[in-house]
């Protein structure tokens, strides 16, 4: 799908966006694994992943802003 080269390419309001995505997708799969069969049972890990890279970014970002701002105040 997309890997972290790409994820870290894109702004904070895609990333925020592809989360919300992949999240919604997340789930209706999970409940298609409930009630039915899945074509493709690896999507369930796939999204999994997608999620955990996308959350990581953002915290590698807010870290980064947050040291940022405090280097600028001293």
Do not use: G, Y
Request: charged share 35%.
């Amino acid at each position: 799908m997309t890997d972290a080269k790409e994820l870290r390419e894109m702004s904070d309001e895609q990333l925020e966006l592809t989360l919300k995505d992949a999240a919604e997708h997340l789930f209706r799969l999970r409940i298609q694994s409930q009630t039915e069969r899945l074509d493709a049972p690896t999507e369930l890990r796939i999204n999994r992943r997608l999620i955990a890279r996308v959350k990581t970014i953002q915290t590698e970002r807010a870290m980064a802003a947050a040291a940022t701002e405090a280097a600028a105040a001293k």
